[in-house]
């Protein structure tokens, strides 16, 4: 089989999703598993929110680990609700370490 990018792989899993073909959308999970190579902690939070819990976490963790806040369009991809979230869990992580 070809490379295939991220990018490929989350078509793939999309599609997947949408015609419930599972077999197809857990190949998709483990080979973009595989890449660990997406375009953003955001961008993994969102996907994960749609197709794979695991992914959310671990954007999550990035967020709160990362040495700059959000920006104002990151937490409007995220909604007010979890950049709020975010934000505050980031926090108190920066505070607890201290």
């Not at 963790?61 to 409007?76: F, I």
């Not at 995220?78 to 979230?85: E, I, S, T």
Request: include cysteine; glycine fraction near 4%; aromatic fraction near 10%.
């Amino acid at each position: 089989m070809a490379y295939w990018d991220h990018a490929k792989w989350m078509s793939i899993l999309t599609l997947a999703d949408r015609f419930m073909m599972d077999d197809i959308k857990n190949e998709a999970i483990r080979s973009i598993d595989k890449l660990d190579n997406f375009p953003s902690s955001i961008d993994k939070i969102v996907s994960g929110n749609k197709f794979h819990s695991k992914w959310v976490r671990e954007g999550y963790k990035e967020l709160v680990l990362r040495q700059s806040p959000l920006t104002a369009d990151e937490g409007s991809k995220l909604g007010v609700k979890h950049a709020m979230l975010c934000a505050a869990t980031r926090e108190k992580y920066i505070r607890d370490k201290s």
